[in-house]
């Protein structure tokens, strides 16, 4: 895989500028072309919330059809359909690409088991994610998974995986962005894992998980307590539902249940002026007029304010960093 030693270079200095040296870093997989001209026309993609994002990930390039042997440029692949499969097939030359395509997907699941989410360039037959154009006797018929975003669905469907359109969307990206640095988190953990840091971890997740999966909250609490569980078999139990309970975006009524938890907790130590101002931001958050990370910075501001050390420490007031809000 080809991983630019330049881009690193660069990546180390703005982290440097950022002051970001014990942050961690998840490792992501992205699309290539949005680090180089690899694409079919011979050009690469600028795109503001990847440029913004890089600096705050570890990213292994990929690109699929460069790896395959196809050329820069490039002649046109479509997705054709067939029966029970896709074909990746390139118009010009009339070559069946899928067979070549699938084995070299197949070398890319050990990259898979290390990255906490992936990336992909939208609309592409490769890594398109739901956007990809699907052909069948020459007629467009509708979106579809690219092969690559397909197969890391089908095999790794609990890794974190969307293209840079989704991203645009700000419940999609908080979501994303909670999943992947969580995860970079846990896998963190793991190198010097204890019953008690293990603790530690679930404490400082407490309110993230009861917003996100109540139910796996309930049994998550449970698991960490538990006697008759040697510490590698709880682990390996955790992480399977830790992972399962944050796969799935919360509703806005989710995130409104601890953020009323949240204003009630303040409540008797705030003036009349300051409970009517963070009410009205509550409303407001409910119709959609701002956005959760206003309120998580709101709370927090409080927690510090009032040197709340057990708020401070809880995830859910700032999952990834501030600046990427
Ligand atoms: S979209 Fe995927 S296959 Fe196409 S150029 Fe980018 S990385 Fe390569």
Not at 140 to 158: R, V, Y
Not at 213 to 242: A, P, R
Not at 247 to 259: A, C, E, F, G, V
Request: proline residues 5%; aromatic residues 12%.
């Amino acid at each position: 895989m080809h991983f630019s030693f330049f881009n690193k270079k660069l990546v180390t200095f703005i982290a440097k500028l950022y002051n970001l040296k014990v942050m961690i870093k998840p490792k992501i997989l992205l699309s290539r072309c949005f680090n180089e001209p690899v694409r079919y026309n011979g050009s690469s993609v600028l795109d503001k919330v990847v440029e913004k994002l890089k600096p705050f990930i570890d990213p292994v390039y990929v690109c699929p059809e460069v790896e395959i042997g196809l050329g820069i440029p490039r002649s046109k692949i479509i997705l054709i359909k067939e029966k029970n499969r896709k074909k990746f097939f390139q118009v010009e030359t009339g070559k069946d690409l899928t067979v070549k395509f699938l084995e070299f997907i197949n070398q890319l699941k050990p990259i898979l088991e290390k990255v906490e989410g992936a990336i992909l360039k939208s609309r592409s037959p490769s890594c398109g994610v739901g956007s990809t154009k699907l052909y069948y006797n020459g007629v467009i018929i509708g979106k579809t998974d690219g092969l690559l975003a397909e197969s890391i669905k089908l095999n790794f469907p609990e890794l974190p995986l969307e293209d840079e359109e989704r991203l645009k969307n700000p419940e999609i990206y908080h979501h994303f962005l909670v999943r992947i640095f969580s995860l970079a988190e846990w896998k963190n953990f793991l190198k010097n894992a204890s019953p008690s840091k293990l603790v530690s971890f679930h404490n400082s997740y407490k309110f993230l998980l009861k917003t996100y999966n109540k139910e796996l909250f309930k049994k998550l609490e449970h698991l960490v307590v538990k006697k008759d569980l040697d510490l590698k078999e709880k682990l390996l139990l955790y992480e399977s539902l830790f992972k399962k309970a944050i796969s799935k975006k919360p509703s806005k009524i989710q995130h409104l249940n601890t953020l009323y938890y949240l204003a009630n907790y303040f409540t008797r130590k705030l003036n009349s002026k300051e409970k009517r101002y963070i009410l009205n931001l509550l409303k407001k958050f409910k119709r959609n007029q701002i956005r959760l990370e206003t309120l998580l910075s709101v709370f927090k501001n409080l927690a510090f304010r009032f040197e709340d050390n057990y708020l401070l420490s809880q995830k859910y007031l700032q999952p990834f960093p501030e600046v990427l809000y």
